[in-house]
């Protein structure tokens, strides 16, 4: 059973870059009545930088190389994500950019954009459908997708590892004829399968019995996943180890505390500061009790077109097999869509870990028009257009507006996301039942024929009702009849 992660604490992409201020200027922050301490003595208190990083170098940006070494092979980055890389156009700063405010956090969430940007999310639907054809050639009763040879296995492991943002665009191109994004990542398939015989004799099969749902579920819970655990768990757990040395560090420096303004009994700044650390400590309970869910049974949950070209497969137990593969806990009980409850949970907890952070960002803000805190003036630096001398508390304030937009969209999502449409009403089910036959069949007669070997189109006669003619079974373009599990389906036609 695959839990969030093993680190306590974590927050959503979008206030990543918050909270990287927030801690930027942590840094730059020290306690006047400490007369000893220097302001570089001050920052060694803190780690040196709270950069977006896969990995736990001193270097405030990190190389490609270290970027592959944080997480499987299977999700390496792309070439074109190298440090020195500058983006040539505005098609290529757009699909691998995270939102529209990325332009003044782009050294702070650069390491997230393999994961969360359209172009990762184009690139793990494309390993989701590349896996699934994997996983039909290891079924023994699946015999129109053979086990593939070594060369083949290879050629589409390639196309994983060597997904560039050039192959995302042509998507996007594919993508601007079908007006469907997953369709579009099935038509780059098989154009991208001609150089291999042997794949593209099965290329119809890169997207069998599928729904959208079924490959777009799976790709946001894995990038999510994998965002979580190499790059925001380790911010997280650094803002709040931060502030932890902050409250150890102070604890001998007396101070007034302060109720509803006024001064009523003194207090220790490292104890004020320990509350924080503590808040933080305790929003990891909520985590840890967390899954990230994925689904794989088709267009209503129920495997019906799995079920009706191979009925002697366990699909469950395959779907099971093949969610699981990917590091996530899988969902039995879904519809077309998996209910979306563990995101609702996981955003509900980012929004209560945000709350903590505009907190923090309040109460130093008031520490510093009390003349508590004093920050150290950088060289080059403006704080005021008017006083140039002016030292701006601009992060803090960034961060607490920041915080505050991220937990209002938050706060849309997780009311959105477990909201149906569908409501029950049996007279209309049953109607729909009685008239609605000719499209139930559609799906059956599209993926049967992969089955039974059929090739080019069917000829399928209208139904009797609309023609005023006797009934008769559906045929394949070559004359072949249909297999005998569609059979009473098909007698209808």
């Known amino acids: 059973m695959e839990t969030i992660a093993s680190p306590s604490f974590f927050s959503s992409s979008t206030s990543l870059s918050t909270v990287t201020r927030t801690r930027r200027c942590s840094s730059r922050v020290s306690i006047l009545p400490d007369r000893t301490s220097s302001p570089s003595a001050l920052r060694r208190n803190f780690p040196s930088s709270l950069c977006c990083r896969a990995s736990m170098s001193n270097s405030t940006r990190t190389s490609e190389t270290e970027i592959k070494k944080s997480y499987p092979e299977e999700f390496n980055d792309s070439e074109e994500f190298n440090d020195s890389e500058e983006f040539n156009d505005f098609e290529e700063f757009s699909i691998t950019s995270l939102s529209h405010l990325e332009e003044h956090n782009t050294l702070n969430i650069k390491n997230l954009c393999p994961f969360l940007s359209e172009y990762g999310l184009i690139r793990f639907r494309i390993m989701v459908e590349v896996k699934w054809l994997l996983k039909l050639s290891e079924i023994p009763e699946v015999e129109e997708v053979p086990q593939f040879s ?3 296995r290879s050629f589409l492991k390639s196309i994983i590892d060597k997904f560039s943002i050039k192959d995302s665009l042509e998507v996007k191109k594919i993508e601007e004829k079908t007006n469907h994004d ?63 040395t902050l409250a150890k560090n102070n604890a001998h420096i007396p101070m007034l505390s302060r109720t509803n303004g006024q001064p009523p009994s003194p207090t220790t700044m490292g104890k004020e500061m320990s509350v924080f650390a503590f808040r933080l400590w305790n929003m990891g309970k909520l985590f840890s009790g967390l899954h990230i869910l994925g689904k794989f049974a088709g267009a209503v949950g129920n495997y019906n077109a ?31 869509i998996e209910p979306h409850d563990y995101i609702v949970s996981l955003v509900q907890a980012i929004i209560e870990f945000n709350n903590i952070l505009i907190d923090f ?18 060289s080059a630096e403006v704080g005021s257009s008017t006083v140039p001398l002016k030292v701006s508390p601009i992060d803090f304030k960034n961060s607490e507006g920041d915080l505050c937009l991220v937990n209002a969209d938050l706060s849309e999502i997780a009311m959105k996301l477990a909201i149906s449409r569908m409501q029950v009403n049996e007279f209309r089910l049953n109607e729909d039942l009685e008239h609605s036959w000719w499209e139930v069949l559609a799906e059956p007669i599209r993926i049967v024929p992969l089955h039974s070997g059929a090739a080019g189109r069917l000829r399928a006669r209208r139904p009797p009702a609309a023609l005023g003619s006797s009934a008769s079974t559906p045929t394949s373009a070559k004359g072949g009849r249909w297999p005998t599990s569609l059979q009473p389906l098909a007698a209808q036609l």
Not at 230 to 236: G, Q
Not at 318 to 336: D, H, L, M, P, R
């Open 150 to 152: 070594e060369d083949a």
């Open 361 to 378: 960002d309040r109460v130093i803000l008031s520490y510093i028009s009390l003349g508590y805190f004093k920050q150290i003036t950088k």
């Open 182 to 244: 997953v369709k579009a990542v099935e038509y780059f398939l098989k154009q991208k399968c001609g150089s291999c015989p042997e794949v593209a004799k099965v290329k119809e099969f890169f997207h069998f019995a599928c729904t959208s749902e079924d490959i777009n579920n799976l790709a946001y819970a894995i990038p999510l996943k994998e965002a979580l655990n190499t790059v925001i768990f380790l911010v997280m757990v650094e803002l709040s180890q931060a502030i932890s």
């Open 306 to 336: 799995h079920k009706v070209a191979y009925p002697n497969v366990n699909w469950p137990s395959i779907a099971e097999e093949f969610v699981t593969s990917f590091g996530i806990q899988f969902n039995a009980y879904v519809t077309q």
